[in-house]
């Protein structure tokens, strides 16, 4: 008999162990996958599979085990490391992706009941031709400058089409009216977790540099100052994944929204970081190809959409986020 449960893929990611860490007392059973472990305090409160998204015996099996209710799916190799491997990051990112379309499409149709797909997008699927383009329009709206200028952002642009197209569009040609998925994306600025580092990210310089303060370590920053992108508290992060997971399907007028908190340059972000690490060591060095990747992401991103649909709307703005949220949760992580 299979078991109904909520999957979380990536969830050994940033954004994985705060889902489940959320998840752990209101959605039971759980089941994770990712390709590494999760962490010892984590791993109790799932049915880890240990595999990747892209492996149709993985997908296979948690079809054979489980009926999904709602897939969180996380899983992707970021913008930085996706530049450095383009055909392994399709075939995650893309491939995987589908492959787990097809399983949510499958079981939406065996149960009548539409499995809830919920995907995070990114900042990352718009592509600002220049620099005077993107200090002309601070705030990109959803269906502005759908340009991606690398191969992570072609995949999360990919695969919102392809969620909604499984949610509106999928097999149009049959006779028989069927249940579908029901699709869901959010696109996230850079996120900033007090309790993990990032890995293969372009927005990594602003948590880097955090951490390297915190943890006394010197910092070169790869972006230069004046670099300006929104950012957002992993806190919120979560609070958007389960405010449109909740919000009822009428009230939604797009598969994908922006969601948004604040935005500021590498030098703010260096000065926020002195106010509280006031020893702190951190330059600037910028590499020019990982610089070209942000100067083509919006300095900051329109979610008015979200928050009239269904109410999004962050806890932390910028001063919550370092003085409520980061600064005191990092000072335990390298003091404790
Ligand atoms: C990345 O830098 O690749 C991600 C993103 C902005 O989606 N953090």
Known sequence: MQKEAVLITGAAGEIGQALVEQLAESHKPLVTLDLQDLPVGLSKHSTHIKGSVAEKEVIAFLQDEFTFTRIYHLAALLSTKAERAPALAYEGNVGGSVLLLELAARQSEQSG???QFIFPSSIAIYGMPDLRTKAANPR????????????YGCNKLAVEHLGAYYAQRYMQLANEERTRLDFRA?????LISALTLPTGGTSDYGPEMLHAAANGEPYACFVRPDTTIAFMAMPDAVKALLGLAAAPAKVLKRTAYNV?????????FRQQV???FPQAQISFAPDAKRQGIVDTWPMDIDDGAARRDWGWAPEFDLQRCFNEYLVPNIRKRYTE
């Open 186 to 190: 959010l696109r996230f600025p850079g």
């Open 113 to 115: 009941k539409p499995v």
């Open 140 to 151: 990109a709206s959803e269906d502005e400058w759908n340009q991606p200028a690398t191969m």
């Open 274 to 276: 002195f106010k509280s």
């Open 260 to 268: 948004s908190s604040f935005s500021l340059s590498a030098e703010q």
